[in-house]
């Protein structure tokens, strides 16, 4: 699909405002604001898994974490129950901020409630655009985010994570997530997951 300059220019917004971002990430020696780093792996995974992405997919992709140091984890109960509405009132906070950059950038209501409705997830394994919206959060997170993870928890609870991972993922973000560059330890740890699937 091509490139807009009012797509650029959304862009560009949403990674000034993820530049205050106070936690920063190192990257093939730079330095970025973590959020930043998150919105263009996001941009450049959908690129290479949906090439003919909808514009506001892409939007989508790019914003899904926007600000989101703002509302830390730590400020809800450290419980399932606080997590999942750690995670509800996220969807509304990123559509929030999202929405005011879209209408600043000049983009009508019609583009910025289907991206609104990708930031909350709507309709999983039904809407095509939240699929693959999905599908790029989780292939993103095997491919950078996965292997610290693992590092820091027990292998079973690792294990759980990467089937439930699995589950919301499609046929076609399986077989774009057997192909992702793993280690020899992430690689292994994928097996066992999926054999006791």
Known sequence: MATTDKLLLAFQHFDAANKEDPNTEEYQGRTYPKEVLYGIRMTERLNEFDPNASEALRLTARCQHICRWEIPRESYDMTREGYLRWRQDLKKFHAEKASEILAAVGYDQDTIKKVCFLL????????ADTQALEDTICLVFLEYYFEPFAHKHPEQKT??????????????GHDAALKLPLSKFSTDLVSKALSNE
């Open 159 to 172: 294990i759980d994570i990467l089937q439930k991972t699995w589950r919301k993922m499609s046929d076609k």
């Open 120 to 127: 909350e997830k709507k309709q999983l394994k039904k809407n």
